[in-house]
């Protein structure tokens, strides 16, 4: 099959297409956020790398996020219009999830965070239980206060994340906590084909007219609007 997968929950959207024929392509765009701006461009020019054109792809995947609400409203809207024209599966990713694909394969157990903002960080947590072994979720990613996260963070947890580019958080940090490069911390498109794989043969497709990216909760902007507070659902 011919898989494109992308996420822009990150500064620097990842893109990775995997041909039929086995060969694996990579891009990423400048640390900018201007998703609108280079992300098509990257796919087109990917898709020719790798000899293919749009209607060739059998399945789109995209990272529903948690991360920049603009950043997952670009790419979100790029693979269901994608999906859509192209009549390819669409399956939907969480981002964090994809970033802990990242650790060291000696590492077992692994927590991303994602810089939620107002004192709250988004969490994902997976673990292996060996060495080597596939890295699993230990459930969906949620929304909690970086105080309440950092009372329970046990020694030997390995972590990655967009959030640790956010100063507050960083200077949150116990010493000694184990973190990786700071390239590890936004998806890689790899890791994205491979997970893309295992979320294909779960059998979970997405619809194109209903997928939404999952920001954890409202913006600013929206909360402002209702003047209601944040919801953490």
Do not use: C
């Not at 060739?56 to 670009?74: H, K, M, N, Q």
């Amino acid at each position: 099959m011919n898989l494109l997968a992308l996420d822009t929950s990150t500064e620097r959207a990842a893109i990775a297409l995997g041909v039929a024929t086995g060969q694996v392509y990579e891009a990423t765009t400048a640390a900018s956020r201007r998703h609108g701006r280079d992300l098509i461009p990257r796919v087109s020019a990917l898709l020719a790398e790798g000899g293919l054109r749009a209607f060739d792809l059998d399945i789109v995947a995209v990272g529903l996020g948690p991360g920049s609400y603009t950043g997952l409203r670009v790419g979100v809207t790029a693979a269901k219009t994608l999906a859509y024209v192209t009549g390819a599966v669409l399956l939907g990713l969480d981002s964090l999830q994809a970033v802990g694909r990242n650790a060291p394969p000696e590492v077992l157990r692994v927590t991303v965070l994602g810089d939620a903002q107002r004192g709250d960080v988004a969490v994902a947590e997976l673990f292996r239980p060996a060495a080597g072994a596939p890295l699993r979720p230990l459930g969906e990613s949620r929304l909690e206060p970086l105080a309440a996260w950092l009372d329970r963070l046990e020694p030997g947890i390995f972590v990655l994340g967009p959030g640790l580019e956010s100063p507050r958080i960083r200077a949150a940090m116990p010493a000694g906590l184990a973190t990786g490069d700071p390239a590890l911390n936004s998806p890689q498109g790899r890791h994205l084909l491979a997970m893309a794989r295992e979320v294909f043969d779960s059998g979970q497709r997405e619809n194109p007219w209903l997928i939404e990216p999952r920001y954890l909760r409202r913006s600013a902007a929206e909360e402002q609007w209702t003047g209601s507070p944040a919801s953490h659902d």
